[in-house]
């Protein structure tokens, strides 16, 4: 079965960066859409970053200027560069993809979370 398999989190002082990677399991599956999303203690899912298909990417206000979401085709992997990291940051984050394979969609897949922790 097709897999969403994250990487990259860890701890990391203020100001600090982190790169997240996800990358699909299987290389019969390609990314068609595929958003970050995170999960603070106490709060709701919100989406971080997306990117679907050629369009331009799109932040989430609080992050925009310090993300940058991308895409490597060849490696079928999305990655979320986190720069100028804030302790607000800190979350479990998951990447969240609509694959394709062949002629046919597959929806609502979700990597597994990877803790970030942003210290003061």
């Known amino acids: 079965q097709v897999q969403l398999v994250e990487s990259g989190g860890g701890l990391v002082q203020a100001g600090g960066s982190l790169r997240l990677s996800c990358a699909v399991s299987?290389?019969?599956?390609?990314?068609?859409?595929m958003g970050w999303f995170r999960q603070a203690p106490g709060k709701q899912r919100e989406l971080v970053a997306g990117i679907a298909g050629d369009s331009s990417p799109n932040y989430a206000d609080s992050v925009k200027g310090r993300f940058t979401i991308s895409r490597d085709n060849a490696k079928n992997t999305v990655y979320l560069q986190m720069n100028s990291l804030k302790p607000e940051d800190t979350a479990v984050y998951y990447c969240?993809?609509?694959?394709?394979?062949?002629?046919?969609?597959?929806?609502?897949?979700w990597g597994q979370g990877t803790q970030v922790t942003v210290s003061s």
């Open positions: 969240h993809a609509d694959l394709v394979s062949g002629s046919s969609y597959y929806y609502n897949y």
């Open positions: 299987d290389s019969a599956f390609r990314i068609n859409a």
